[in-house]
């Protein structure tokens, strides 16, 4: 999980070099500012707004299980609003039907059919590895997982806040993570109602965070497929698979 988060990481800063080179002029000091902020307003967005709405809204503070139920709900509901909200913006929308081509192409790739325009353009935009599903089943995995840890601080020390909340719930996000990661994977190789069920929300808001691609952003996709694998493409397309990253 964190290996595939430092190569994405490191793949779209190399992206924005190439695409905007005179932006990349802007000293590592401006880069780390902006990189805390960003990583501060979803903490804020995503853990403290949630455990804090939940805590002035419901007396349900020392109950675990019924305190992060409700701030799960409001994380959700925060998190699709926000998918909501980009997805107005304009660049954002042009950026959401390349993930719609990266995901036809995926598909295609993985049907064992020749990778061309064509072929891609027949297959769906919603993927079940998809990184919009994995994020929605971090958000439901939190809420048992911060449930459990409230369980036992309150077990501890008798009492619990917002404050002992986010000290033992912010170093469980790796965690967190790490389960969803897990369960993702297991989603795609399972059949059974639990993980369909599980798989539905995330391919739901695919609808928002994937377009229908014009065929020069799918050939974007192919290029960048064939750049991936390399001189192993060759020896890999034309089989059928079912890869466990998520694409």
């Known amino acids: 999980l964190f290996e595939a988060m430092k190569m994405g990481m490191a793949t779209l800063q190399y992206s924005v070099e190439i695409a905007m080179p005179e932006e990349r002029e802007q000293s590592k000091i401006a880069d780390f500012f902006s990189t805390v902020f960003a990583i501060g307003l979803a903490i804020t967005l995503f853990m403290v707004a949630p455990m804090w709405i939940t805590t002035k809204l419901m007396n349900i503070e ?18 699709v609003v926000y998918l909501l ?56 995995s939190a809420i048992l997982v911060f449930a459990l840890v409230d369980t036992i601080v309150i077990y501890f020390l008798g009492t619990i806040s917002l404050p002992i909340r986010l000290l033992f719930h912010l170093p469980m996000i790796p965690f967190v993570s790490g389960v969803g990661y897990e369960l993702i994977k297991l989603s795609v190789k399972s059949d059974s109602i639990f993980f369909v069920l599980l798989k539905k929300p995330g391919l739901w808001l695919q609808n928002i965070t994937t377009k229908k691609p014009e065929d020069d ?22 089989k059928e698979y079912t890869a466990e990253a998520i694409g």
């Open 62 to 79: 020392k109950e675990a299980l019924w305190f992060n139920l409700a701030s799960g709900a409001f994380r959700i509901t925060f998190f």
């Open 217 to 238: 952003m799918v050939v974007v996709s192919i290029t960048a497929l064939k750049e991936a694998f390399g001189d192993k493409y060759e020896e890999m397309v034309g």
């Open 85 to 140: 909200a980009i997805s107005l913006l304009k660049d954002v929308k042009r950026l959401f039907k390349y993930h719609g081509a990266e995901h036809r192409v995926v598909y295609n790739f993985e049907s064992g059919k020749d990778v061309n325009v064509e072929n891609a353009q027949s297959f769906p935009t919603q993927h079940p590895r998809c990184g919009t599903s994995f994020l929605f089943i971090v958000l439901l």
